[in-house]
Protein backbone atom coordinates (compact mmCIF):
# COMPACT_ATOMS: atom_id res chain seq x y z
CA UNK A 1 0.00 0.00 0.00
CA UNK A 2 1.93 3.22 -1.30
CA UNK A 3 -1.06 5.92 -0.49
CA UNK A 4 -4.51 6.61 0.39
CA UNK A 5 -7.44 9.30 -0.40
CA UNK A 6 -10.15 9.70 2.20
CA UNK A 7 -12.74 11.49 0.28
CA UNK A 8 -14.82 13.59 2.71
CA UNK A 9 -18.35 15.40 1.64
CA UNK A 10 -18.60 18.89 3.40
CA UNK A 11 -21.57 21.12 3.09
CA UNK A 12 -21.99 23.15 6.29
CA UNK A 13 -19.91 21.43 8.30
CA UNK A 14 -18.04 23.86 10.82
CA UNK A 15 -18.81 22.57 14.13
CA UNK A 16 -17.25 18.88 13.35
CA UNK A 17 -14.76 19.80 10.77
CA UNK A 18 -11.36 19.79 13.37
CA UNK A 19 -12.79 16.78 15.32
CA UNK A 20 -13.29 14.86 11.94
CA UNK A 21 -9.69 15.62 11.07
CA UNK A 22 -8.03 15.19 14.46
CA UNK A 23 -9.42 11.39 14.69
CA UNK A 24 -8.89 10.85 11.14
CA UNK A 25 -4.95 12.43 10.98
CA UNK A 26 -4.51 10.49 14.35
CA UNK A 27 -5.63 6.93 12.57
CA UNK A 28 -3.39 6.99 9.43
CA UNK A 29 -0.57 8.21 11.04
CA UNK A 30 -0.45 5.22 13.69
CA UNK A 31 -1.00 3.26 10.23
CA UNK A 32 1.63 5.50 8.24
CA UNK A 33 4.09 5.01 11.09
CA UNK A 34 3.01 1.10 11.52
CA UNK A 35 3.23 0.52 8.09
CA UNK A 36 6.31 2.27 7.20
CA UNK A 37 4.75 2.82 3.71
CA UNK A 38 1.67 4.88 3.84
CA UNK A 39 1.30 8.07 2.26
CA UNK A 40 -2.20 10.03 2.43
CA UNK A 41 -4.17 12.94 2.37
CA UNK A 42 -7.65 13.70 3.55
CA UNK A 43 -9.39 15.37 0.41
CA UNK A 44 -11.97 17.77 1.81
CA UNK A 45 -14.54 18.36 -1.21
CA UNK A 46 -16.74 22.02 -0.12
CA UNK A 47 -19.75 21.65 -1.27
CA UNK A 48 -20.67 25.37 -1.61
CA UNK A 49 -20.70 25.91 1.94
CA UNK A 50 -22.40 28.75 3.66
CA UNK A 51 -20.97 28.95 6.71
CA UNK A 52 -17.18 28.72 7.55
CA UNK A 53 -16.13 24.95 6.97
CA UNK A 54 -14.26 26.24 3.72
CA UNK A 55 -12.22 28.68 6.14
CA UNK A 56 -11.67 26.12 8.60
CA UNK A 57 -10.41 23.45 6.40
CA UNK A 58 -8.42 26.20 4.74
CA UNK A 59 -6.78 26.66 8.38
CA UNK A 60 -5.89 23.21 8.49
CA UNK A 61 -4.25 23.41 5.24
CA UNK A 62 -2.21 25.63 6.35
CA UNK A 63 -1.70 23.79 9.33
CA UNK A 64 -0.85 20.32 7.32
CA UNK A 65 -0.40 21.47 4.09
CA UNK A 66 1.14 17.53 3.70
CA UNK A 67 -1.67 15.26 4.35
CA UNK A 68 -5.20 18.33 3.72
CA UNK A 69 -6.16 18.74 -0.32
CA UNK A 70 -9.35 21.30 -0.78
CA UNK A 71 -11.68 21.34 -3.56
CA UNK A 72 -14.20 24.19 -3.85
CA UNK A 73 -16.90 24.32 -5.71
CA UNK A 74 -18.23 27.17 -7.21
CA UNK A 75 -22.21 26.83 -5.72
CA UNK A 76 -23.65 23.84 -4.07
CA UNK A 77 -24.45 20.82 -6.63
CA UNK A 78 -25.33 17.95 -4.13
CA UNK A 79 -23.77 14.94 -2.14
CA UNK A 80 -23.33 12.71 -5.27
CA UNK A 81 -21.55 15.72 -7.25
CA UNK A 82 -18.89 16.14 -4.28
CA UNK A 83 -18.06 12.45 -4.25
CA UNK A 84 -17.90 12.58 -7.84
CA UNK A 85 -15.26 15.46 -7.72
CA UNK A 86 -13.11 13.51 -4.76
CA UNK A 87 -13.25 10.45 -6.88
CA UNK A 88 -12.03 12.66 -10.28
CA UNK A 89 -9.37 14.10 -8.32
CA UNK A 90 -7.98 11.86 -5.73
CA UNK A 91 -4.63 10.74 -6.43
CA UNK A 92 -4.33 7.61 -3.95
CA UNK A 93 -3.85 4.19 -4.74
CA UNK A 94 -7.09 3.28 -2.25
CA UNK A 95 -9.68 5.35 -2.14
CA UNK A 96 -12.06 5.94 0.91
CA UNK A 97 -15.13 8.06 0.77
CA UNK A 98 -16.75 9.35 4.48
CA UNK A 99 -18.97 12.04 5.40
CA UNK A 100 -17.42 14.59 7.97
CA UNK A 101 -19.96 14.36 10.42
CA UNK A 102 -18.29 11.02 12.16
CA UNK A 103 -21.03 8.83 11.20
CA UNK A 104 -18.76 6.95 9.40
CA UNK A 105 -16.42 5.70 11.66
CA UNK A 106 -12.84 6.60 10.92
CA UNK A 107 -11.84 3.58 13.40
CA UNK A 108 -12.82 1.30 10.76
CA UNK A 109 -9.89 2.59 8.34
CA UNK A 110 -7.72 0.00 9.04
CA UNK A 111 -9.91 -2.76 8.44
CA UNK A 112 -10.92 -1.57 5.62
CA UNK A 113 -6.94 -1.05 4.67
CA UNK A 114 -6.48 -4.61 5.83
CA UNK A 115 -9.44 -5.67 3.11
CA UNK A 116 -7.21 -4.34 0.45
CA UNK A 117 -4.02 -6.36 1.59
CA UNK A 118 -5.97 -9.38 1.40
CA UNK A 119 -6.82 -8.59 -2.87
CA UNK A 120 -9.84 -7.22 -2.74
CA UNK A 121 -10.53 -4.22 -5.49
CA UNK A 122 -14.18 -2.96 -3.65
CA UNK A 123 -15.12 -2.68 0.21
CA UNK A 124 -18.87 -1.97 0.32
CA UNK A 125 -19.43 -0.71 4.08
CA UNK A 126 -23.35 -1.83 5.07
CA UNK A 127 -24.75 -0.16 8.08
CA UNK A 128 -26.55 -2.00 10.79
CA UNK A 129 -27.43 0.56 12.45
CA UNK A 130 -28.14 3.86 12.69
CA UNK A 131 -30.39 5.42 15.82
CA UNK A 132 -29.85 9.17 15.36
CA UNK A 133 -31.64 9.06 11.62
CA UNK A 134 -35.16 7.90 13.76
CA UNK A 135 -37.71 5.47 12.57
CA UNK A 136 -39.12 7.17 9.25
CA UNK A 137 -35.81 7.52 7.80
CA UNK A 138 -34.97 3.39 8.78
CA UNK A 139 -38.10 2.54 7.58
CA UNK A 140 -37.61 4.30 4.35
CA UNK A 141 -34.14 3.12 3.96
CA UNK A 142 -35.10 -0.54 3.86
CA UNK A 143 -38.41 0.40 1.63
CA UNK A 144 -36.15 1.97 -0.73
CA UNK A 145 -33.59 -0.81 -0.91
CA UNK A 146 -36.19 -3.44 -1.31
CA UNK A 147 -37.77 -1.65 -4.53
CA UNK A 148 -34.51 -0.94 -6.40
CA UNK A 149 -33.30 -5.01 -5.86
CA UNK A 150 -37.57 -5.80 -6.94
CA UNK A 151 -37.50 -3.18 -10.16
CA UNK A 152 -34.07 -3.52 -11.55
CA UNK A 153 -31.48 -5.91 -12.47
CA UNK A 154 -28.86 -4.89 -9.93
CA UNK A 155 -28.32 -5.13 -6.47
CA UNK A 156 -27.14 -3.27 -3.73
CA UNK A 157 -26.68 -4.64 -0.09
CA UNK A 158 -29.68 -3.52 2.06
CA UNK A 159 -28.42 -0.16 4.53
CA UNK A 160 -25.47 -0.07 1.66
CA UNK A 161 -24.23 3.79 2.41
CA UNK A 162 -22.40 6.28 0.82
CA UNK A 163 -18.83 5.17 3.17
CA UNK A 164 -17.20 2.57 0.54
CA UNK A 165 -13.77 2.08 -0.54
CA UNK A 166 -11.76 1.41 -4.09
CA UNK A 167 -8.32 0.77 -4.89
CA UNK A 168 -7.20 2.32 -8.18
CA UNK A 169 -8.79 -0.10 -10.86
CA UNK A 170 -12.05 -0.12 -9.91
CA UNK A 171 -11.52 3.72 -9.38
CA UNK A 172 -10.63 4.48 -12.89
CA UNK A 173 -13.92 2.30 -14.22
CA UNK A 174 -15.99 5.42 -12.60
CA UNK A 175 -13.93 8.01 -13.88
CA UNK A 176 -13.87 7.17 -17.33
CA UNK A 177 -17.60 5.00 -17.90
CA UNK A 178 -19.71 6.05 -15.48
CA UNK A 179 -20.47 9.78 -16.42
CA UNK A 180 -24.30 11.04 -16.12
CA UNK A 181 -25.71 13.40 -14.31
CA UNK A 182 -28.36 11.62 -12.81
CA UNK A 183 -26.03 10.02 -10.12
CA UNK A 184 -26.14 7.43 -7.63
CA UNK A 185 -22.61 6.66 -7.12
CA UNK A 186 -23.24 4.20 -4.24
CA UNK A 187 -25.09 2.04 -6.64
CA UNK A 188 -21.91 1.80 -9.21
CA UNK A 189 -20.02 0.67 -6.93
CA UNK A 190 -22.16 -1.90 -5.49
CA UNK A 191 -22.28 -3.10 -9.28
CA UNK A 192 -19.00 -2.57 -11.18
CA UNK A 193 -18.50 -6.03 -10.08
CA UNK A 194 -14.51 -6.82 -9.11
CA UNK A 195 -13.79 -8.96 -6.03
CA UNK A 196 -15.98 -7.14 -3.35
CA UNK A 197 -15.75 -7.23 0.76
CA UNK A 198 -18.42 -6.25 2.78
CA UNK A 199 -17.71 -4.55 6.19
CA UNK A 200 -20.55 -4.11 8.88
CA UNK A 201 -20.51 -0.41 10.85
CA UNK A 202 -22.74 0.93 13.18
CA UNK A 203 -23.22 4.34 12.73
CA UNK A 204 -21.96 6.87 15.25
CA UNK A 205 -23.68 10.35 16.41
CA UNK A 206 -23.09 13.30 14.51
CA UNK A 207 -20.78 14.82 16.38
CA UNK A 208 -22.53 18.42 15.29
CA UNK A 209 -25.52 19.94 13.39
CA UNK A 210 -27.96 17.87 11.77
CA UNK A 211 -28.67 15.66 8.58
CA UNK A 212 -28.82 17.86 5.23
CA UNK A 213 -31.04 15.13 3.84
CA UNK A 214 -35.03 16.04 4.17
CA UNK A 215 -37.14 13.45 3.52
CA UNK A 216 -38.02 15.56 -0.02
CA UNK A 217 -34.76 15.15 -0.96
CA UNK A 218 -34.66 11.63 0.08
CA UNK A 219 -37.88 11.32 -2.05
CA UNK A 220 -36.28 12.68 -4.82
CA UNK A 221 -33.23 10.99 -4.73
CA UNK A 222 -35.44 7.92 -4.47
CA UNK A 223 -37.22 8.13 -7.66
CA UNK A 224 -34.21 9.31 -9.85
CA UNK A 225 -32.18 5.87 -8.63
CA UNK A 226 -35.29 3.66 -9.42
CA UNK A 227 -35.55 5.49 -12.66
CA UNK A 228 -31.66 5.29 -13.61
CA UNK A 229 -31.31 1.94 -13.05
CA UNK A 230 -34.92 0.26 -13.69
CA UNK A 231 -36.87 0.23 -16.83
CA UNK A 232 -40.12 -1.53 -15.30
CA UNK A 233 -41.76 1.61 -14.22
CA UNK A 234 -42.41 2.38 -18.11
CA UNK A 235 -43.70 -0.71 -18.59
CA UNK A 236 -46.50 -0.01 -16.54
CA UNK A 237 -48.21 1.63 -18.88
CA UNK A 238 -48.91 -2.04 -20.59
CA UNK A 239 -49.42 -3.42 -17.43
CA UNK A 240 -52.10 -0.70 -16.44
CA UNK A 241 -54.11 -1.22 -20.54
CA UNK A 242 -54.25 -5.08 -20.01
CA UNK A 243 -56.00 -4.68 -16.69
CA UNK A 244 -58.45 -1.87 -17.85
CA UNK A 245 -59.38 -3.93 -20.71
CA UNK A 246 -59.78 -6.71 -18.98
CA UNK A 247 -61.89 -4.61 -16.61
CA UNK A 248 -63.86 -3.26 -19.27
CA UNK A 249 -64.87 -7.00 -20.48
CA UNK A 250 -66.12 -7.88 -17.49
CA UNK A 251 -67.82 -4.78 -17.38
CA UNK A 252 -69.50 -5.46 -20.57
CA UNK A 253 -70.18 -9.07 -19.55
CA UNK A 254 -72.46 -7.56 -16.25
CA UNK A 255 -73.87 -4.67 -18.82
CA UNK A 256 -74.84 -7.31 -21.04
CA UNK A 257 -76.66 -10.19 -18.46
CA UNK A 258 -78.28 -7.10 -16.22
CA UNK A 259 -79.84 -5.12 -19.09
CA UNK A 260 -83.07 -6.42 -18.15
CA UNK A 261 -82.87 -4.60 -15.04
CA UNK A 262 -82.25 -1.41 -16.34
CA UNK A 263 -79.81 -0.25 -13.81
CA UNK A 264 -78.91 3.31 -14.05
CA UNK A 265 -75.26 3.00 -14.53
CA UNK A 266 -73.88 6.47 -13.18
CA UNK A 267 -71.78 5.01 -10.26
CA UNK A 268 -70.29 2.66 -12.03
CA UNK A 269 -69.36 5.20 -15.26
CA UNK A 270 -67.76 7.71 -12.72
CA UNK A 271 -66.21 5.38 -10.81
CA UNK A 272 -64.19 3.54 -14.40
CA UNK A 273 -63.66 7.01 -15.46
CA UNK A 274 -61.62 7.93 -12.45
CA UNK A 275 -59.84 4.81 -12.02
CA UNK A 276 -59.17 4.93 -15.86
CA UNK A 277 -58.15 8.99 -15.65
CA UNK A 278 -56.07 8.09 -12.26
CA UNK A 279 -53.91 5.30 -14.56
CA UNK A 280 -53.29 7.40 -17.25
CA UNK A 281 -52.12 9.98 -15.11
CA UNK A 282 -49.47 8.25 -13.16
CA UNK A 283 -48.25 6.84 -16.75
CA UNK A 284 -47.80 10.20 -17.23
CA UNK A 285 -46.27 10.95 -14.97
CA UNK A 286 -43.43 7.90 -14.94
CA UNK A 287 -42.58 8.87 -18.56
CA UNK A 288 -42.41 12.36 -17.46
CA UNK A 289 -40.03 11.31 -15.31
CA UNK A 290 -37.77 9.71 -17.60
CA UNK A 291 -38.20 12.79 -20.14
CA UNK A 292 -36.77 15.12 -17.25
CA UNK A 293 -33.79 12.58 -16.38
CA UNK A 294 -32.88 12.17 -20.88
CA UNK A 295 -33.05 15.94 -21.14
CA UNK A 296 -30.40 16.07 -18.32
CA UNK A 297 -28.01 14.18 -19.73
CA UNK A 298 -28.75 15.63 -23.50
CA UNK A 299 -27.90 18.95 -21.99
CA UNK A 300 -24.93 18.09 -20.69
CA UNK A 301 -23.79 20.38 -18.47
CA UNK A 302 -20.77 19.56 -15.87
CA UNK A 303 -21.53 17.66 -13.23
CA UNK A 304 -19.96 20.15 -10.56
CA UNK A 305 -17.53 23.38 -11.18
CA UNK A 306 -14.62 23.71 -9.42
CA UNK A 307 -13.89 27.00 -7.98
CA UNK A 308 -10.61 26.26 -6.45
CA UNK A 309 -8.25 23.49 -6.00
CA UNK A 310 -5.51 22.89 -3.22
CA UNK A 311 -3.54 19.10 -3.35
CA UNK A 312 -1.35 18.07 -0.39
CA UNK A 313 2.05 16.76 -1.47
CA UNK A 314 1.77 13.29 -1.38
CA UNK A 315 4.01 12.93 -4.21
CA UNK A 316 6.93 13.94 -2.65
CA UNK A 317 5.89 11.43 0.36
CA UNK A 318 5.66 8.52 -1.91
CA UNK A 319 9.06 9.39 -3.89
CA UNK A 320 10.49 9.05 -0.03
CA UNK A 321 8.97 5.27 0.41
CA UNK A 322 10.44 3.96 -2.93
Avoid at 222 to 232: A, E, W
Wanted: hydrophobic share 45%; aromatic share 12%.
Amino acid sequence: MRSVSLIVSVFNEEGGLRQFYKVSTQILGELSERKGELAYELLFVDDGSTDKSRSIIEELRQQDPEHVSLISFSKNFGHEAAMTAGLDYARGDVLIFMDADLQHPPELIPEILGKFDEGYDVVSMVRTRNEGAGAIKNLTSRLFYRLVNMLSDMHMEPAASDFFALDKKAADVLRSDFREKVRFLRGYVQNIGFKKAKLCYEAGERVAGSSHYSLKKLWRLSVDTIVCFSDVPLRLGMYAGFLSALAGLLLIIYTFFTRGTAPGGYTTIVIVLCFMFAVLFMIVGIIGQYIAVIFKELKDRPIYIVEELEFADISSRQDKTD
